[in-house]
């Protein structure tokens, strides 16, 4: 007997039936196996799953394809989006709605949602698209695409059609919210943002009505301008593939809520090929990314496109690549520099990604202003630590070492007095590794000296007429009108190879580097995700706020951009990042950022190692991104100017110093541990947080300010050449006083009151951020409308964790947020109506002004982030 499944109607809609929901258990016929994966085996993260419950298949499949069908009644004619809640990430299957046909869900749909039962298990929402429906009885089939006698995994926990959007938050329907928190905590749930127009916080003004209407975003000095001249910073986030494979209707909605929080540029990050047949670009794919960049523009979002990078790269004749099966690493660092084979392959890539139309738009990538930036290589440098023979084969190696050789024949040859490498031959000059480039490697004599220069000097001019023959390229045969960037990458010697590693990026149009602060995790997968047993510290960037990702060297006559930009997890002492990047990249002079990585359309409800989409992030943008991308902090003064003679630095002179490295825990294994802990050199790292710290290629020269006016190293407090910021490293705390924007962020708790120009900031809670910053452009002292941005910290509901610092439950959403506890008085004109808003910036509620002598003060509600004051 069949079961027909009713219909569940939204909380929010009174009128319509707007949504359907079904269990996957409760299908009408099956022959799932019910093997490997039943809920039982989870227990209590059984609770997880829609009804407790979910329809599973495990081992080789049989005769007969795995299939099921569910009966529904849908309530209205229309076009509904169908969603599935299930495992694996993939399956893949196949769908359909009575005799329609068939649809895949395959490896390019993207998650939106992932909750862990057990490890490599997991629950995830997956967006099927958009179909059309008559009301009434319709069945649902769906049926694996495993062949007999190949694994055929899935499960199938629940289903929904809706006519409204959603954003998936585990096994809670749409509407529902569970309150779940601990004592002095509060659960941040949102339901999906229905984009009122009565929200009080959107900053969707501060885009363009379409990205690129002016015309192509152009490069001038330091400077981004729009199409129309006018100087543009971009506040950003990254995005892969698992985002492109939303669908429309997911594009849509992200490119909205995106807009909303100050966002007007997405680095679209991810291989466009086809890993059955890298020859051949994967078309789904690529539509998918056609369709983010479309509801981007829309938006006036703006899209960086980077389509290389060694890591998504499996090395093998299949791309063009030989010798790989012989090395443990099968990634081709490096070899986009010397293999012509593997450059026609990588040329193949670009022109699919660039010179297809955009069946969204109507032109290709090539031709979209919307199209800010191409990237041409991430994360590689033949100057980094990957460079050698543990990570390159003999055939790759062999191309790189007969060019060395023919490159030195037309150079003198072989000097008479240089040490040998074991890889020396006739025809063929060996090249040493990594190291032997360095500071320490070039010390062991002179003639190691002059041959290790003639090598980074071969390697600089080879990396360098890569970057520029390929630009050239795109812009001759493809017609690409964005602004390109060559890389992002670090050296294994920074102080002796930076600058080098720089100049081979010279030629063309955007610096750009990737920067995370980490605090101390440890545990098997720790590189790239959190689990139970790890061990990990809660640290502020306050208390070392030289080292962090943000701090630059700008290079003259090119915009800079930090394109990955993250506070990782599961280190929760994050509600100061985004101010912090705001404030210091406006001081350093930074054009750009972009923050990693958007995961989907929702909240993410579940630790993660680079966590965007939770409320210490994300949540935090609207104020940031208002402060950066409006210019309200000043760009500071140089207080060190260097001018490099690059001929020495390819002579191996070295530039003396450079930024924090700040890589991410997954590149920074690359590093040998040796030399992980090495220190930058002199000048002061805390120059970067007084102004800006510039570089040139010219006559050599040095100038630097004198420090000491702006650093008290006794009380540990250092200010900003133009007064407006302060960062007490002593006890974590960073204030921000300008005229348009004033902030506390830190270990407030012991702070007391935090007098600025106009506010008075007190916060008990022991961390925290507060900000206030005027809506309308004008000084706080005049505003008539002010927002007031308060947060402290997150965790998920149910997190454990002992004194020692090791996880023993990540718990499970909702997301906890500390309860603010926390005033901020006003001076001037007292203000005429106060709104506590909710997630979406809408308004929950009025608040009241406690006036006296002329001093307003407002105690901040305890479980909210937002509060809009007009006067």
Same mark, same amino acid.
């Given at each position: 007997?069949?079961?027909?499944?009713s219909?569940?109607?939204?909380?929010t809609?009174?009128?319509?039936?707007?949504?359907?929901?079904?269990?996957?258990?409760?299908?009408?016929?099956?022959?799932?196996?019910?093997?490997?994966?039943?809920?039982?085996?989870?227990?209590?993260?059984?609770e997880?799953?829609?009804?407790?419950?979910?329809l599973?298949?495990?081992?080789?499949?049989?005769?007969?394809?795995?299939?099921?069908?569910?009966?529904?009644?849908?309530?209205?004619?229309?076009?509904?989006?169908?969603?599935a809640?299930?495992?694996?990430?993939?399956?893949?299957?196949?769908?359909?709605?009575?005799?329609?046909?068939?649809s895949t869900?395959?490896?390019?749909?993207?998650?939106a949602?992932?909750?862990?039962?057990?490890?490599?298990i997991?629950?995830?929402w997956v967006?099927?698209?958009?179909?059309?429906?008559?009301?009434?009885?319709?069945t649902?089939?769906?049926?694996?695409?495993?062949?007999r006698?190949?694994?055929g995994t899935?499960?199938f926990?629940?289903?929904?059609?809706t006519r409204?959007?959603?954003?998936?938050r585990?096994k809670?329907?749409?509407?529902?919210?569970t309150?779940?928190?601990?004592d002095?905590?509060?659960?941040?749930?949102?339901d999906?943002?229905?984009?009122?127009?009565?929200?009080?916080?959107?900053?969707?003004?501060l885009?363009?009505?379409?990205?690129?209407?002016?015309?192509?975003?152009k490069?001038?000095g330091?400077?981004?301008?729009?199409?129309?001249g006018?100087p543009?910073?971009?506040?950003g986030?990254?995005?892969?593939?698992?985002?492109?494979?939303?669908?429309?209707?997911g594009?849509?909605?992200?490119?909205?809520?995106?807009?909303?929080?100050?966002?007007?540029?997405?680095?679209l990050?991810?291989?466009?090929?086809?890993p059955?047949?890298?020859?051949?670009?994967?078309? &789904?794919?690529?539509?998918n990314?056609?369709?983010?960049?479309?509801?981007?523009?829309?938006?006036g979002i703006?899209?960086?496109?980077?389509?290389?990078?060694p890591?998504?790269?499996?090395?093998s004749?299949?791309?063009?690549?030989?010798?790989?099966?012989?090395?443990?690493?099968k990634?081709?660092?490096?070899?986009?520099y010397?293999s012509p084979?593997?450059?026609?392959?990588?040329?193949?890539?670009?022109?699919g990604?660039?010179?297809?139309?955009?069946?969204?738009?109507?032109?290709?990538l090539?031709?979209?202003p919307?199209?800010?930036?191409?990237?041409?290589?991430?994360?590689?440098s033949?100057?980094?630590?990957?460079?050698?023979?543990?990570?390159?084969?003999?055939?790759?190696?062999a191309?790189m070492?007969?060019?060395?050789?023919?490159?030195?024949?037309?150079r003198?040859?072989?000097?008479?007095?240089?040490?040998?490498?074991p890889r020396?031959a006739a025809?063929?000059?060996?090249?040493?590794a990594?190291?032997?480039m360095?500071?320490?490697?070039?010390? &062991?004599?002179a003639?190691?000296?002059e041959?290790?220069a003639?090598q980074?000097?071969?390697?600089?001019?080879? &990396?360098?007429?890569?970057?520029?023959?390929?630009?050239?390229?795109l812009?001759?045969d493809?017609?690409?009108?964005?602004?390109i960037?060559?890389?992002?990458?670090?050296?294994a010697?920074?102080?002796?190879?930076?600058?080098?590693?720089?100049?081979?990026?010279?030629?063309?149009?955007?610096?750009?580097?990737?920067?995370?602060f980490?605090?101390r995790h440890?545990?098997?997968?720790?590189?790239?995700?959190?689990?139970?047993?790890?061990?990990?510290?809660d640290?502020?960037?306050?208390?070392?706020?030289w080292?962090?990702?943000?701090?630059?060297?700008?290079?003259?006559g090119?915009p800079?951009?930090?394109s990955?930009?993250?506070?990782?997890?599961p280190?929760?002492?994050r509600?100061?990042?985004?101010?912090?990047?705001?404030?210091y990249?406006?001081?350093?002079?930074?054009?750009?950022?972009?923050?990693f990585?958007?995961?989907?359309?929702?909240?993410?409800?579940?630790?993660?190692k680079?966590?965007?989409?939770?409320?210490?992030?994300?949540?935090?943008f609207?104020a940031?991104?208002?402060i950066?991308?409006?210019?309200?902090?000043?760009?500071g003064?140089p207080?060190?100017?260097?001018?490099l003679?690059?001929?020495? &630095?390819?002579d191996l002179?070295g530039?003396?110093?450079?930024?924090?490295?700040?890589l991410?825990?997954?590149?920074?294994r690359?590093?040998?541990?040796?030399?992980?802990?090495?220190?930058?050199a002199?000048?002061?790292?805390?120059?970067?947080?007084?102004?800006?710290?510039?570089?040139?290629?010219?006559?050599?020269?040095?100038?630097?300010?004198?420090?000491?006016?702006?650093?008290?190293?006794?009380k540990?407090?250092?200010?900003?050449?133009?007064?407006?910021?302060?960062c007490?490293?002593?006890?974590g705390?960073?204030?921000?006083d300008?005229?348009n924007?004033?902030a506390?962020?830190?270990?407030?708790?012991?702070a007391?009151?935090?007098?600025?120009?106009?506010?008075?900031?007190?916060?008990?809670?022991?961390y925290?951020c507060?900000?206030?910053?005027?809506?309308?452009?004008?000084?706080?002292?005049s505003s008539?409308?002010?927002?007031?941005?308060?947060?402290t910290?997150?965790?998920?509901?149910?997190?454990?964790?002992?004194?020692?610092?090791?996880?023993?439950?990540?718990?499970?959403?909702?997301?906890?947020?500390e309860?603010?506890?926390a005033?901020?008085?006003?001076r001037?004109?007292?203000?005429?109506?106060?709104?506590?808003?909710?997630?979406?910036?809408?308004?929950?509620?009025?608040?009241?002004?406690?006036?006296?002598?002329?001093?307003?003060?407002l105690?901040?509600p305890?479980?909210?982030?937002?509060v809009v004051?007009?006067r």
């Open positions: 007997m069949q079961l027909l499944l219909v569940l109607l939204a909380a809609t009174a009128t319509a039936q707007d949504w359907v929901w079904w269990e996957g258990e409760a299908a009408a016929t099956q022959n799932f196996n019910g093997r490997d994966f039943a809920a039982r085996n989870y227990g209590d993260k059984a997880a799953l829609s009804g407790g419950d979910w599973c298949n495990g081992g080789p499949v049989g005769a007969a394809p795995v299939a099921a069908t569910w009966k529904i009644r849908v309530p209205a004619d229309g076009v509904w989006q169908l969603w809640r299930k495992f694996w990430k993939h399956g893949p299957f196949e769908w359909r709605f009575d005799d329609d046909d068939w869900c395959g490896r390019d749909i993207g998650l949602d992932s909750v862990v039962l057990a490890p490599n997991c629950a995830n967006t099927l698209g958009p179909t059309t429906l008559k009301s009434g009885e319709r649902l089939e769906v049926r694996l695409t495993a062949q006698g190949e694994a899935a499960c926990d629940c289903f929904l059609l409204v959007p959603f954003s998936p585990g809670w329907k749409p509407g529902e919210t309150g779940l928190a601990e002095g905590w509060w659960a941040w749930e949102p999906a943002d229905a984009f009122s127009k009565d929200a009080l916080l959107d900053l969707t003004f885009n363009e009505k379409e990205a690129g209407a002016r015309g192509f975003v490069a001038k330091n400077e981004f301008l729009l199409g129309d006018k543009v910073r971009f506040w986030v990254n995005c892969g593939p698992d985002v492109w494979g939303l669908g429309r209707a594009h849509e909605y992200l490119a909205r809520r995106l807009a909303k929080c100050g966002v007007n540029l997405v680095r990050h991810g291989p466009t090929f086809d059955r047949d890298p020859s051949q670009i994967d078309a &789904q794919a690529l539509d990314l056609h369709s983010l960049v479309a509801a981007l523009k829309q938006r703006y899209t960086t496109l980077s389509f290389y990078f890591l998504w790269v499996q090395a004749s299949a791309f063009g690549l030989d010798g790989y099966d012989v090395i443990e690493n990634h081709p660092f490096a070899a986009i010397f084979r593997f450059q026609e392959r990588y040329r193949g890539w670009a022109r990604l660039l010179a297809a139309k955009n069946r969204h738009t109507g032109k290709s090539a031709e979209d919307a199209v800010a930036m191409v990237e041409l290589v991430n994360e590689d033949v100057f980094f630590w990957t460079f050698g023979d543990r990570n390159i084969p003999e055939a790759q190696l191309i070492e007969r060019a060395f050789d023919g490159w030195l024949d037309q003198g040859g072989v000097g008479a007095s240089w040490p040998r490498n020396d025809g063929r000059t060996g090249l040493f990594a190291w032997d360095t500071s320490q490697g070039i010390q &062991q004599s003639a190691k000296r041959r290790m003639a980074v000097r071969f390697l600089a001019e080879t &990396q360098r007429a890569f970057y520029a023959d390929t630009a050239a390229w812009r001759k493809l017609g690409v009108k964005a602004l960037c060559a890389s992002n990458w670090r050296t010697d920074e102080a002796a190879l930076g600058a080098v590693e720089r100049w081979t990026y010279e030629a063309l149009d955007v610096f750009d580097r990737h920067g995370y980490s605090a440890d545990g098997p997968r720790a590189s790239y995700s959190v689990g139970v047993g790890d061990t990990f510290e640290r502020s960037a306050l208390l070392t706020p080292a962090t990702p943000v701090p630059f060297i700008q290079y003259e090119h800079h951009f930090v990955e930009l993250g506070w990782s997890g280190n929760r002492l509600a100061d990042a985004p101010l912090f990047a705001a404030a990249g406006s001081l350093d002079g930074m054009r750009a950022f972009g923050w990585a958007v995961s989907g359309i929702s909240w993410q409800d579940a630790p993660a680079f966590p965007l989409s939770v409320p210490s992030i994300l949540g935090q609207p940031a991104a208002l950066f991308r409006r210019g309200d902090v000043k760009e003064p207080v060190l100017a260097q001018s003679d690059i001929e020495k &630095q390819l002179e530039c003396g110093f450079a930024e924090e490295a700040a991410d825990e997954l590149r920074a690359d590093v040998p541990r040796a030399a992980r802990s090495a220190a930058n002199q000048p002061d790292p805390r120059m970067f947080l007084v102004g800006k710290v510039v570089r040139a290629f010219g006559k050599p020269s040095f100038e630097q300010v004198d420090l000491r006016p702006f650093i008290d190293a006794e540990r407090i250092v200010r900003s050449a133009t007064g407006e910021i302060a007490d490293w002593g006890r705390i960073l204030t921000l300008t005229p924007a004033q506390a962020a830190g270990f407030l708790g012991g007391g009151e935090i007098a600025l120009g106009d506010v008075t900031i007190a916060m008990k809670n022991d925290g507060v900000i206030v910053v005027s809506l309308d452009g004008k000084s706080l002292a008539a409308k002010m927002l007031v941005q308060a947060f910290q997150e965790r998920t509901y149910g997190f454990k964790v002992t004194d020692a610092g090791r996880i023993e439950d990540l718990g499970a959403g909702p997301m906890n947020v309860e603010v506890d005033t901020v008085a006003f001037g004109a007292l203000p005429s109506k106060v709104t506590a808003l909710d997630e979406h910036g809408v308004a929950r509620g009025t608040l009241r002004v406690q006036a006296r002598n002329g001093v307003g003060s105690r901040l305890a479980a909210g982030v937002y004051i007009e």
